[in-house]
């Protein structure tokens, strides 16, 4: 167990619905990554948030936001979803922007 | 284009022999390289880490090797026992962040230990 929590595990939804996605950090950590992992592919990078700020932006979708509250858990929210959006969805975190990152199980979005 | 390239999308090997995972890479100023191991259903643990100052760190059955010169870097996992089989993933550390993010993942490798 990473310490990292993510809900929920499985999400099943249609086109065009809008989604969020919840990641709670380690405790002591203050740095949420986001990253999506397609069929066949590596993990994606989407996004960086530390203590609340953006700290750094992947190739995430304009229809991909995210945020990262004062009890330091984050959200990701995927709008207007499309079939290709269909994947695996993880949540890490760190203490600051360390190279070892702590990942969650994982949110799977299958949109039909 | 890819910065961090795992070739082999799988591996099979015999239980009790060595398994060997290869990973290249294509920025010479990447500092600091990572794996981690990912079963079905969980996200991925860190394993093993090395700095481009090393050319080899040990933990127990598994050693990573660095050859910078060839922008190379290999998982050794000796001897390999079932439990192992998982999807290996090499990170590498982007010290500029920036929108690749300050882990840079190559595509993984399915390493099956057979009985």
């Known amino acids: 167990d990473s310490g990292v929590t993510q809900t929920p595990k499985h999400l099943i939804t249609a086109t065009g619905q809008r989604v969020t996605l919840r990641c709670s950090p380690r405790?002591?950590?203050?740095?949420v990554y986001w990253y999506q992992q397609s069929l066949d592919q590596g993990l994606q990078f989407l996004i960086q948030?530390?203590?609340?700020?953006?700290?750094a932006k992947g190739n995430i979708l304009e229809r991909f936001s995210a945020q990262q509250f004062p009890d330091l858990h984050s959200e990701l929210n995927l709008s207007s979803l499309e079939l290709g959006d269909s994947a695996l969805y993880f949540c890490?975190?760190?203490?600051?922007?360390?190279?070892?990152?702590?990942f969650g199980p994982g949110t799977r979005l299958t949109v039909l | 284009d890819q910065q961090v390239k795992q070739n082999s999308p799988s591996l099979s090997v015999q239980e009790g022999r060595i398994s060997i995972l290869n990973c290249d890479y294509t920025?010479?100023?990447?500092?600091?390289f990572l794996w981690y191991k990912k079963y079905p259903a969980e996200g991925p643990t860190f394993l093993i880490s090395?700095?481009?100052?090393?050319d080899k760190n040990e933990d127990g059955r598994f050693t990573v090797f660095l050859n910078k010169s060839a922008k190379h870097l290999s998982l050794h996992i000796v001897p390999s026992q079932p439990g192992d089989s998982a999807v290996y993933f090499c990170?590498?550390?982007?010290?500029?962040?920036?929108?690749?993010?300050?882990?840079?993942f190559g595509k993984g490798t399915k390493l099956s230990v057979k009985p």
């Open positions: 890490a975190s760190s203490v600051g922007h360390d190279n070892e990152q702590f």
């Open positions: 405790s002591g950590d203050l740095s």
């Open positions: 948030y530390y203590n609340g700020e953006e700290r």
């Open positions: 920025n010479s100023m990447f500092d600091y």
């Open positions: 090395i700095s481009s100052i090393k």
């Open positions: 990170a590498a550390s982007n010290p500029w962040g920036g929108s690749q993010g300050n882990l840079i």
